[in-house]
């Protein structure tokens, strides 16, 4: 018995899957929007939404009343070295980024994608097979199905819809780990804090100190595993160590613990390396497409930038819904993502020389050099950044970037798929026919 039939299918209600919704919600379409968890649920994540991010929810008509509102950063260097990332506005972005419980800021997303007309579904996709009528069938677990005739995978980093369609090549995925833990502190400014466990052994990736807009702070640290992702638990082993660490720096208070029941951690999906985004009637986004900034860990924004797309991608050009999506991709991400996806590969199995480039950067007359460049190049704020000279900075640091990293094996994966794909749209294969 077939279930009720849809013209989309969104998977995940995350902030990917809430934008692609409400996108489609709002031009009309039939949309059922699958999550298996019931919300508000929890998700691993330093809860800071970036300018890009401020930017889309504020031209979707989602502006939050209820965040705090943060400005400048500041990184701490492994000897303790300090640089100051300060908050530009930029032309397409506003000067700051907010914070905001993940639990209550998803929450707050799904119910406007419901308020919208999207049809809430709390069932776990198990697998999608494809329909005579070229539309997807997704069998939910414990029974039951939805039919669509798009689907939209935005089920995170570890997506069922990317799995069950063949989208993931496993060898060439860059996977991330991040573990979080909420603290009962006030803390002024977000800090990212570079960490050497051994002295001139960097950890491979960093760790973090955000305020809260509750009085806690969200502190957390990560690491990247490229396509291996055994070594991921070292973030979860490793954070009381990496606590002790702001403790000695004074960020953190000497008496200040972080309860093991508010810890929790997560995969992250970088780069876009290894996932096609999209095929036929499926098309991945967020964290499913491995969207995840790979020098600094941010999704967020991402996450709702693509599935703003792909919905439009599936409103305005249905019959050539993925191309114009992966187009949109190449456009809006890929020379980025491209380039950095492979600083990061080289970076993570590099524990001295990320240990030597923290020092470095973190030595003041550095850090006043290129403070205001590092800050937009790292969070992906060139295109769009006001003229000047922090803007000068980004652009040296992404043309070098771009020369430095074009014969790696990622840049080259990524380019030859998007051409491939561009190229020749291909029906897509939806696991075995309906049963
Ligand atoms: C520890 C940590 C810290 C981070 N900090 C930040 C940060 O501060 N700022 C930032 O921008 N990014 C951060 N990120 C990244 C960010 O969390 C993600 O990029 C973002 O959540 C991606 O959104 P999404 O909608 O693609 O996926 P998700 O938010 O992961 O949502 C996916 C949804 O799909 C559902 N789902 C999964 N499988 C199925 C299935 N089979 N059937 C039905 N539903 C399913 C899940 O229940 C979930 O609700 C962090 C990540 C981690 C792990």
Not at 82 to 103: E, T
Not at 323 to 338: C, G, N, P, V
Not at 369 to 385: C, K, T
């Amino acid at each position: 018995m077939r279930g009720p039939r849809f013209d989309a299918a969104v998977v995940g209600s995350g902030p990917a899957g809430a934008v692609a919704a409400i996108t489609l919600a709002r031009a009309g379409a039939r949309v059922a929007l699958v999550d298996k968890s019931g919300f508000p649920r929890d998700k691993a994540c330093g809860d800071l939404v970036g300018p890009r991010g401020v930017q889309l929810l504020t031209e979707v008509g989602l502006e939050r009343p209820d965040v705090l509102s943060l400005g400048d950063m500041v990184v701490v260097g492994p000897t303790g070295g300090r640089a100051l990332l300060p908050a530009v506005p930029g032309l397409a972005y506003p000067g700051q980024a907010w914070a905001i419980p993940r639990s209550r800021f998803d929450t707050e997303l799904r119910h406007a994608a419901l308020d919208a007309g999207a049809e809430e579904v709390t069932a776990r996709v198990g697998a999608l097979h494809a329909e005579a009528s070229g539309s997807a069938l997704l069998t939910l677990d414990g029974g039951g199905s939805v039919v669509a005739d798009f689907v939209i995978g935005a089920d995170g980093a570890a997506s069922r819809v990317a799995e069950s369609t063949g989208l993931v090549d496993h060898d060439r995925v860059l996977w991330g780990f991040a573990m979080r833990a909420y603290v009962e502190q006030h803390v002024e400014l977000p800090y990212i804090a570079f960490w050497d466990p051994t002295p001139g052994r960097a950890f491979p990736g960093y760790g973090w100190l955000f305020p809260g807009p509750d009085g806690r702070a969200n502190a957390g640290l990560g690491l990247g595993t490229g396509s291996d992702r055994r070594a991921g638990a070292r973030a979860t082993r490793q954070l009381d160590a990496f606590l002790d660490h702001l403790r000695s720096l004074g960020l953190l208070g000497a008496t200040t613990e972080a309860p093991r029941d508010g810890r929790l951690g997560g995969w992250l999906k970088m780069g876009m390396v290894g996932t096609m985004p999209a095929r036929g009637n499926v098309l991945l986004v967020g964290d499913a497409a491995g969207l995840v900034n790979p020098l600094q860990g941010e999704g967020i924004a991402q996450a709702m930038d693509s599935g703003r797309a792909a919905a439009l991608a599936v409103i305005e050009r249905p019959s050539e819904a993925a191309s114009h999506y992966i187009a949109h991709l190449r456009r809006t991400h890929l020379r980025f993502q491209s380039a950095t996806a492979s600083v990061h590969a080289a970076l993570v199995s590099s524990p001295r020389m990320v240990s030597l480039v923290g020092r470095l950067l973190t030595t003041p007359l550095v850090a006043r050099a290129v403070g205001g460049g590092w800050g937009i190049y790292w969070n992906d704020l060139l295109d769009g950044s006001a003229p000047g000279g922090a803007r000068r900075v980004a652009q040296i640091a992404h043309g070098a970037a771009r020369v430095l990293t074009a014969p790696a094996p990622n840049r080259r994966w990524l380019s030859t798929a998007f051409d491939a794909a561009l190229d020749q749209p291909r029906p897509v294969t939806l696991g075995s026919p309906t049963p």
